[in-house]
Nanobody, 117 residues
């Protein structure tokens, strides 16, 4: 059972930056994708950025241009650098390890990001 531990969330003002980290208990390249998702109360959890095992990072429209996903394989850790944060970025951010079978994603416990105007 893989364990994912997110950290780095917090409360910031609009325009500021944060860097989230997700440490995995197993080799991150054993997953088809490692990604960052976010969820607000009453909404579905949404993908914002992911790293395929091979290839370039993928971003959704909400992250493009402001967020950067990266990884350090030797430390089994992925990161999400977020700049120019907006109040609408306020959410719980989750790290997800996607097995690639279209149904199995392992989740971390989430980290809260709050952006005030």
């Amino acid at each position: 059972q893989v364990q994912l531990v997110e950290s780095g969330g917090g409360s910031v003002h609009a325009g500021e930056s944060l860097k989230l980290s997700c440490a995995a208990s197993t080799w991150i390249l054993s997953f088809a994708y490692m990604g960052w998702y976010r969820q607000t109360p009453g909404s579905e959890r949404e993908l914002i950025a992911r790293l395929p095992k091979l290839g370039m990072p993928e971003y959704t429209e909400s992250a493009e241009g402001r967020f950067t996903i990266s990884r350090r394989v030797a430390e089994n850790t992925i990161y999400l650098y977020m700049k120019s944060l907006k109040p609408e970025d306020t959410a719980v951010y989750y790290c997800g390890a996607d097995v690639g079978d279209n149904k199995t994603i392992h989740w971390g416990q989430g980290t809260q990001v709050t952006v005030s105007s």
